[in-house]
């Protein structure tokens, strides 16, 4: 196991963290009521609804802190719609399948990002920070991995599909991390980051693997 | 004041209620996720994201009471897809200030006539339903005026293209409305509800109004 590089170096400031990762939260409930809309299945479409609900509940407890920092949820998420808007439109999927695989490895890496740039937040906010983030993460996760691989399992041309596409949104989602990251005050030159991105690029074949897709 | 009439003599079996009213807020979350991604501003991405925590959140309380009465969400929720999609793409809107509006006036009035169904689901269920409806309702219409307001004020155009659609909406809400009632095994002739549907437009008029436009 790799030592587990930490990122608080490459915090950015409270507001701009903040307004990040509620803008994200919100844009991940934008591609999910669109996949909702086309959910092959009353069952599809619930546990779409049960992820959004999660997603949504982070966004709200990321307000509440932007609310405490005494900021404006509008002023601190604006500087962020362009590249965020611009990572919902590369990677919101094709089809209900394509927006799930996107809403597990692509917002499962970004939660990991924004968890370890956490480490350093003011320690006031630090925990409950994370805490809005990981908020019912695992369970999701195990629901979305079910139902993927429940439709992978019935459909090889999907399997395929999907291993395409989940290498074409690591790409996508690097750069919305990278873009976090270079928010910071420190020079985030790519030889220090290099372990970091290694590190966020194994959990995400671990992602795929426990999907039976190749990374 | 016209004396409130009750219609806990119409309210439809247990799953019946709580399948139609979990896909309703089902629905009205598609909706909001496509209004948020077409809002004219990050202030009104921001509202519509609130708005559409609270149907979520009023969606997973549904969730719960379904589980309680040892159902599955999806196979409750399956008969219902066919009227609710359909209202959905009716009342769905044009536009951000349209979808608002469909949520502000349509969702309004179908939570009325949930909350008097009610009447007559079982006596342990009724209150965490009427509670679970009316979770944040309050808060939500009021922004969503205050908001709709402002834009109204600004743009007279908007204000009578926003008095037609509330007038179309209603029709088409109204549609929904009875076929909740239609579920029950109570005879729902006109001449019954009639006073029961004076009152769910004299609320409609009353929103309406509360926007300054003409329903």
Known sequence: MVS??????????????????????????????????????????ALTGLVATST????KALLVEIERAGKDASDVMQPHTDVID??????????????????FVGAGLLNDVFSRLAAGLPA???????????????????????????????????ASRLALWGRRLVGDTLLVARAAISASHESADDERLEPVFTELIAAHTRRMDSLGLTA
């Open 56 to 59: 949504l509940e982070r966004h």
């Open 124 to 158: 006031d906010y630090r925990e409950r920070v994370v805490a809005a983030l990981e908020w019912n993460a695992a369970t999701d996760e195990a629901e979305i991995v079910a139902e993927l691989s429940l439709a992978i399992g019935a459909d090889p041309k999907l």
């Open 86 to 103: 611009d990572f919902q439109h590369r990677t919101g999927g094709g089809d209900w399948h394509e927006t799930m695989l996107a809403t």
């Open 4 to 45: 587990r590089v930490e990122l608080g170096d490459f915090t950015p400031d409270l507001d701009v963290y903040l307004g990040l990762a509620a803008y994200l939260q919100l844009a991940l409930f934008e591609s999910l009521g669109r996949a909702s809309s086309i959910a092959p299945s009353t069952r599809a479409k």
